[in-house]
């Protein structure tokens, strides 16, 4: 059995990764606004991951025989200009997610909760590839993003994402 404490923050991150996955689709909408349809539906698959995570540790909830109120889910932050911007704040918030994890495995390994550490395994690694991601999408942007052109290869590539 979880404890309460466990119990809790794994509940807010089920409502942490909603929250991620709406924030990309708000992303999303911002490319598409924009024309750029390849980030718009890179950023719409980016979402489906982070609904995929939270559904993840929904499972896990469930099968610790835990409870789960679903909070509501904050609107999306972000009110963008340029087309970088949202690369920018996805890098930001993969790392405050990070955050979160690291909070909540610290606790598990403090209560002697090995399952839910090693349960945690999966997202430690998944978080360090998705700064990755985030970072190097930001370096790709820098190289072709800012002009026409270039933008019009990189929105292309983006679009191929499966
Ligand atoms: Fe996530
Ligand atoms: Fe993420």
Partial sequence: MLSKKIEKLLVDQVNAEL???YLYLHMADFYAEK?????????KKQAEEEVEH???????????NSVLPLAPIAAPEGDFKEPKEP?????????KVTALINVIYKAAREEGDYRTERFLDWFID???????NALALIEKFE????????LYLLDK???KRE
């Fill in 143 to 150: 190289l072709l993003g800012k002009e026409g052109q270039g």
């Fill in 35 to 43: 024309g750029l349809m390849g980030f718009a539906s890179w950023f």
């Fill in 19 to 21: 929250y991620s996955g």
């Fill in 54 to 64: 939270g559904l993840k540790i929904r499972d896990y909830l469930h099968q610790e």
């Fill in 87 to 95: 690369l920018l704040l996805q890098l930001a918030h993969e790392k």
């Fill in 157 to 159: 590539e983006l679009g």
């Fill in 126 to 132: 998944e978080q360090a590839e998705e700064e990755e």
